[in-house]
């Protein structure tokens, strides 16, 4: 972002060819810094923004990391899948796709209602003119952003599409069974493949059209991670809890030394009687 940024603003620059480049003024530096202090804010934001799913250690994802996987498999598909959309905008849309969650937090849509799914849009379009505000040093990211949001290209399109999918490729390298236990109260793999189903289909309706492809690699995944959950649950072993004793029982007092070596007599103390019990 920060050497789109740079890059634009030192193309527009006068250049000396017979001296070389003329030098910025105090001023066009003071508002370099001010940029690069401005996108490195962006960063700490976005990976002050914890995510749902879980990594291989157990720590949960951030939006900086969640936005680096994307803008690195989004530029691969699109080349192996879809090669007439434009990279370029493929990859500021993969950078800018998070931003308004600096605003709103991640909230995970594994199984939102209708409700909840309107609530999040509303939160999200609030956020976007706060952070449109923010943006107005750095307007190829802010462009990136409101062309992302607008969802009227196919690049937007397919970025978000891909964004769904990241999902559940990181429960399959990551901790996704505790995930969908803990998080989403999934209990047995028929409520997991329930819920696999209704994403799918959601899926399907939202992007099958355009990226039929992206619906098959989306189904794939999600029953790759079905296969995993159900490894996971099979190595678990039944836990055999002891048998509680029906009453409590009167248990010896034993010494793991000998009392004739110690430099007191162990009877000139308070005695207690030790019982076995839960």
Known sequence: VLLNVIGSYMNKKETNYEGGADLLSDGAVKDLGNIALRAIQMEVDLAGVPRVPRLPNGEVEDDVQHSYSLAILAPELRKKLYPHLDNNKV????????????????????????????????????????????????????QNLEEYERRDTPEARFVRAVDKILPVAMDIVGQGVRVVEEDYGVSNLEDLQKNHDDLIAGFRTSFGEEFPELVQLYEYLAREFEEKYKEEKAKKPEVKLPERPSQLVEVERKFLIDPESLPFDPEDFEHTTIRQGY
């Open 91 to 142: 990859q500021g849309f993969a950078n800018a796709h998070e931003l308004l969650e600096i605003a709103t937090g991640d909230v995970a849509t594994f199984n939102l209602t209708k409700k909840q799914l309107e609530e999040k849009r509303r939160r999200e379009e609030k956020a976007k003119k706060e952070l449109l505000e923010r943006l107005t040093l750095m307007p190829e990211l802010k």
